[in-house]
């Protein structure tokens, strides 16, 4: 009798194929029955997404990140598509498999030592080592929000965010509270040259009236249909203004816990839904709190970037030397300016933003 290794033949021998040897495929599943989903809220590596907004089925899903996005971030206002549960039922999670294209974005870099703009929520801040972060996607307009006193407006701040307004796409409006403290006249006067958009608010001591009904309606106007993003030093009245602009956004409370009806931490951004003025609609635009931002880094932007703002000056910028500065005697913006062409103030606020870039705010 053989032994039993002698019945054995090389037809037998099942040899299992190393993971490594197996053929790497290059082609991403295209999800063609994703669900398009807008990014409303982002917390620790959870997406708050509101799916077929305004739409009969309208729900907030909640999802996390595909492996296949790479490190790429996820941002609040992001139009994003999403796969598996998408109901929206409680305890159900979906993903994010794709982030769909920009038409806009507010970023900042922390290129200095005070800028301590606070993340949004989505796991370490980029920003700590010097690197871009996107704060908000597709917004249309900055709403920069200052005090004319209590606490004293800051000029510098005001510029560097208009710098990163420009930078990123968006369009600027300037409001002032408190002008019932002190005149905002010079304030409003300084941005005249620069074409922003100024709301000027006072508190309505006699009405009990933390706003005057008249600048939420003209605030609510500008914002109207738009994705507009709120950034304000603290005690300036930004939390009064968002309340204010959607009356159940509770700005005091610290839970995410919806749309629209926004109850979240003061560390993370997140949209807030306009309230509607037809019957038939849900809202009329968003309005995206970012209570962090108490500075902007603007390492990312180049002087090119702020002069695209300046369509009047761009032209004259072609007649510099490579690589000016537009700041030097060698610049030929002024002689540009003197010819006729814009206007001495035009090119100073362009030159003072341009200066801002290096200064704190």
Same mark, same amino acid.
């Given at each position: 009798m053989s032994r039993l290794a002698d019945q054995w033949d090389n037809d037998d021998v099942r040899v299992r194929p190393s993971k490594r040897s197996r053929p790497r495929s290059k082609i991403r599943?295209?999800? %063609?029955?994703?669900? @398009?989903?807008?990014?409303v809220a982002v917390n620790r590596g959870r997406y708050?997404?509101?799916?077929?907004?305004d739409g009969p089925d309208e729900r907030m899903v909640t999802a996390m990140r595909a492996r296949e996005l790479g490190r790429r971030a996820i941002a609040v206002g992001d139009r994003v598509e999403l796969v598996g549960d998408t109901s929206g039922d409680k305890d159900t999670l979906a993903r994010v498999v794709r982030i769909n294209k920009r038409r806009s974005e507010l970023r900042r870099s922390a290129d200095d030592a005070v800028d301590t703009v606070s993340g949004t929520g989505d796991g370490p801040d980029p920003a700590a080592s010097g690197a871009e972060k996107v704060l908000v996607a597709n917004a249309d307009l900055l709403v920069i929000v200052t005090a004319a006193a209590d606490p004293p407006p800051r000029t510098g701040f005001i510029d560097r965010c208009l710098v990163a307004a420009y930078a990123g796409g968006l369009q600027a409006v300037l409001v002032v509270t408190k002008a019932d403290l002190a005149d905002p006249s010079d304030l409003v006067a300084a941005y005249r040259d620069l074409t922003v958009a100024v709301v000027v608010s006072r508190r309505e001591r006699s009405a009990g009236k933390a706003l005057a009904d008249g600048a939420v309606a003209e605030l609510r106007e500008l914002l109207r249909g738009k994705v507009s993003v709120l950034v304000g030093h603290s005690g300036v009245g930004k939390s009064t203004l968002v309340n204010a602009l959607v009356p159940d956004a509770?700005?005091?409370?610290? @839970?995410? %816990?919806g749309v629209g009806k926004g109850r979240h931490t003061s560390t993370n951004a997140v949209a807030l839904r306009l309230p509607a003025r037809r019957k038939r609609s849900r809202g009329d635009g968003w309005v995206v709190d970012t209570p962090g931002v108490r500075s902007f880094g603007l390492a990312h932007v180049t002087n090119d970037d702020v002069l695209s703002a300046f369509d009047d000056l761009a032209p004259g910028a072609a007649q510099c030397p490579p690589g000016c500065d537009h700041l030097g005697p060698a610049c030929a913006l002024d002689g540009y300016v003197a010819t006729g062409h814009s206007s001495p103030e035009r090119l100073a606020s362009f030159r003072r933003l341009l200066l801002s870039?290096?200064?704190t705010g």
């Open positions: 599943p295209r999800h %063609s029955e994703a669900a @398009t989903g807008f990014v708050q997404c509101l799916v077929d907004e509770d700005r005091a409370t610290a @839970t995410v %816990s870039r290096t200064g």
